[in-house]
Structure formats: C-alpha cells, structure tokens
C-alpha cells in the first residue's frame, strides 16, 4: 500500500512568487492536513481537509491556502513567498471521522525562499 | 493552549542501554497521543498511538505508556540500537472533533552510539 506522496521534494523560489505544493493520501484516507516545520517554530499546523471542505485552520496568514479535490488530493499555495516561508511542509492523511485518528506523513516538500 | 514539552531535547546513549523519553502536555483533556520518529530531512514515520482511555502500546521494543491525570506520556526503547538514531516527537490531539489538528513537542534527539 502507497504511503503519502508529496511533490515536488526540494524547491527554490524567490521573494514574491507562489508555489503550489501537492499532496497524494493513502488510498481510502479522506483527511489531509498540512504542517510546516522550521527550526524555530516546531512543527505547526496549517489546515486540514475532509472531503474536500476545509475543517481547521491554523494562525497562519492568508496568503497560506489550500484546496481538496475529489479524489483526495490535497495542494496547498503560498502567495508572494517572504524569507520566513523557508521550511519543510509536510503533509498527513489519516481516515477522517469516526476513526481513531492515526495520523501518516509524507517525506516533506522542503522550500528555500532566496 | 495546549502545550506540549520533551525532555531531554537531546540524549546519547550507548548501543544495548533501554532508554526513557518524556513528553508533558498542559491539558489533559486530550484525545489521543501519538508518537513518531523522525530522521534528518525526512518526514514523520508513526511509532505508536494511544487513546485516552488506554494506558500504554506496544510495538517491538518500543513501549509508550500515557497518564492523562498527570499529563504525561513516556516511550521507553529497549535494546536500543544505531539505528534508532532519530528525533522523537510526541503529538496530542485535543478532541474527536479538533480533527488532524496535533500539538506537537520540540522533540528528543537521540544517537545511539556503536
């Protein structure tokens, strides 16, 4: 059984731009959440998905969004990327309601804003 | 606000000792708490999951055991070998309904030494 995929792996962007960053669940997960881990923060939440609605959000800005589509598949986008954007996003799917909510993460889509 | 806390950050040891990591969390109204590894530039790999109402899992040489009351949790590694050489991170997730939305530890680093 596929783990979680994540796309692309490494990426260098320039302040100011976007990047979209994908995320492929492990069949029959409906929730995908994301996560971004830097050094000095930790590992913090982003937002999660479920059948494709948004259900949390983190304390992140708005230029952090994302989208689920109906296969599962989850992107998420960064607008007019800063320096501080620089991280690890990592992405987890799990079953969704009404399980026990174990949690699988992808290898990570690590992001260097010049 | 939940907030989680591992001690020690970092720990050496050499092959063969058992070893004990801590993880504590300011609320214990919690709904599970999970535990991962993870190895520099990749991402989470789950080691075990424990619901509120269970007190301890295990799997292989790892043995995680939870005490809601005093908000702690511990995952005790026996045998430990150079290949248990990895960051550990402890997770709680607040409720049924908060989703994939986990609070995540600073993490323990552990190496193992041949």
Known sequence: KAGVTQTPRYLIKTRGQQVTLSCSPISGHRSVSWYQQTPGQGLQFLFEYFSETQRNKGNFPGRFSGRQFSNSRSEMNVSTLELGDSALYLCASSLGQGSIGELFFGEGSRLTVL | ?114
């Open chain 2, 1 to 114: 606000k939940q907030e989680v806390t591992q001690i020690p950050a970092a720990l050496s040891v050499p092959e063969g000792e058992n070893l004990v990591l801590n993880c504590s969390f300011t609320d214990s109204a919690i709904y599970n708490l999970q535990w991962f590894r993870q190895d520099p530039g990749k991402g989470l790999t789950s080691l075990l999951l424990i619901q509120s109402s269970q007190r301890e899992q295990t799997s292989g040489r790892l043995n995680a055991s939870l005490d809601k009351s005093s908000g702690r949790s511990t995952l005790y590694i026996a045998a430990s070998q150079p290949g248990d050489s990895a960051t550990y991170l402890c997770a709680v997730r607040p409720g049924e309904t908060s989703g994939s939305r986990l609070t995540f530890g600073e993490g323990t680093q552990l190496t193992v030494n041949p």
